[in-house]
């Protein structure tokens, strides 16, 4: 299992439209055979702040979300809002309710 942490921080004032457009991918990505679990966390001191919980079954179920439509299509519309580059962190799930 493949863990990936995805911070996201967006421009003041757009948190409403981060959640709006991250939608497409949040309801995409967990009809897709290799995803586990998909959380969408937002910081409770700081709105515009997003942390992404993924869990994949392998590096070929990420290599295959990369190329999903709505992947593709929630960051051509999130980009233009993000305060900085999304960061991401990969880890290897060795104990987790999910094994």
């Known amino acids: 299992m493949i863990v990936q942490l995805v911070s996201i921080e967006v421009k003041p ?5 981060f959640v ?4 497409i991918n949040y309801e995409g990505t967990r009809n897709e055979p290799g995803n586990v679990r998909f959380d ?8 515009n702040s997003f942390l992404i919980y993924e869990v994949f079954t392998s ?3 990420v290599d295959a979300h990369r190329k999903t439509e709505h992947y593709q299509e929630c ?3 999130i980009d233009p809002i993000l305060a900085r580059p999304r960061t991401k962190v ?3 799930a060795e104990m987790a309710e999910f094994l």
């Open 20 to 23: 709006e457009a991250f939608r």
């Open 59 to 61: 590096e070929e179920a």
């Open 13 to 17: 004032g757009h948190a409403a439209e």
């Open 90 to 92: 990969f880890y290897k």
């Open 75 to 77: 960051v051509r519309l």
């Open 40 to 47: 969408v966390l937002r910081d409770p001191e700081n709105e």
